[in-house]
């Protein structure tokens, strides 16, 4: 049990390290960049929208499978109640279980993240940029809040790290 959670913590550590360190990822980066080139274009903005809300919930859902998966194969192997003449111990699940029931999960929110990724952003902007017409999947999607946001138009700012 215990070396369980020392291994996960293990692997762990790295990615909470870089968590700390000021970093802009490359997807902000290109979004912003698309953001820039169609800044007078209002359905060019919800379309980006839409496609950073659906890649934010393909992490979110792939984030919540792995932290249960987590806390399923750290729980378990002990005694979860016990009286005058009879304990009930709770067993560790199986590594396949444990898979099984997170696999769902993890398995849809990668669907989303390939789905609503950079590459189908870009090339549903340029089809649309050369005048072809939405698909109609992608019209049902555009709900009027993605036309609600205000369009901005970035300016990067230099940042110093703090010491």
């Known amino acids: 049990m215990l070396f369980r959670v020392l291994c996960i913590s293990a692997l762990l550590l790295p990615c909470l390290a870089k968590a700390q360190a000021p970093i802009n990822l490359p997807s902000e980066t290109f979004k912003q960049q698309l953001r820039n080139q169609y800044l007078r274009n209002d359905t060019a903005q919800a379309i980006i929208s839409l496609y950073s809300k659906r890649q934010a919930g393909g992490v979110s859902w792939m984030v919540g499978g792995a932290l249960a998966g987590l806390r399923l194969a750290t729980s378990g192997g002990r005694e979860v109640a016990s009286g005058p003449g009879y304990t009930v111990s709770q067993e560790a699940p199986s590594a396949g279980v444990v898979l099984l029931a997170t696999l769902p999960f993890v398995g849809y929110g990668l669907g989303k993240l390939l789905h609503y990724g950079n590459t189908n952003l870009a090339a549903q902007l340029t ?32 940042v110093a790290p703090a010491k």
């Not at 809040?145 to 901005?152: C, D, G, L, N």
């Open 127 to 158: 089809a649309y940029g050369a005048g072809q017409p939405l698909p109609r999947s992608l019209r049902r999607k555009l709900k009027p809040r993605f036309f609600s946001t205000p369009i901005i138009q970035y300016t990067p700012v230099p």
